[in-house]
């Protein structure tokens, strides 16, 4: 948890709440590569039981699921939005999640910020977190 930037992201033990509670996971920015983090970190969290959505507007099908083309298109509720995609891309995705009525948590990988966007989805009451690994994480608090 301190190899983050983000002194604000929640801590471990709601981390480990957040893990525990939530079943839905749409993953904005999942790789068709299974070489890639952006496949390898859904494909542990479906093998640990999480139901993950594909969002991917370039994929028909992955990890035997159809691919969502974005957030807007996807109507089911979810309980988290972890994104995969660059800083300098990823604040309208932020946006979107937090437009979501279900109000899912937003998990920004390793690496990746959105300072200004987290900190409007924090003072909404939306559990966000950025530049952390979600496997790093999860297999901690294991």
């Not at 859904?42 to 691919?67: F, H, M, Q, T, W």
Request: proline share 7%.
């Amino acid at each position: 948890m301190d190899a983050s930037s983000d002194r604000d992201n929640p801590s471990a033990e709601e981390l480990d709440e957040l893990f525990h509670r939530m079943r839905t996971i749409a993953v904005v920015g999942i790789s068709r590569d299974p070489l890639k983090t952006a496949r390898r970190i859904p494909s542990y969290l479906a093998a640990k039981g999480y139901e993950i959505i594909p969002v991917n507007p370039v994929a028909s099908r992955i990890l035997g699921k159809d691919a969502i083309p974005s957030l807007d298109a996807l109507t089911d509720p979810v309980d988290m939005v972890l994104l995969f995609r660059p800083s300098n891309q990823v604040g309208a995705f932020v946006i979107q999640a937090t437009e979501r009525p279900e109000r899912p948590t937003i998990w920004l990988q390793e690496g990746i910020t959105a300072e200004t966007e987290i900190r409007a989805a924090r003072a909404n009451g939306i559990c966000a977190v950025q530049d952390l690994c979600s496997y790093k994480v999860h297999r901690a608090l294991q």
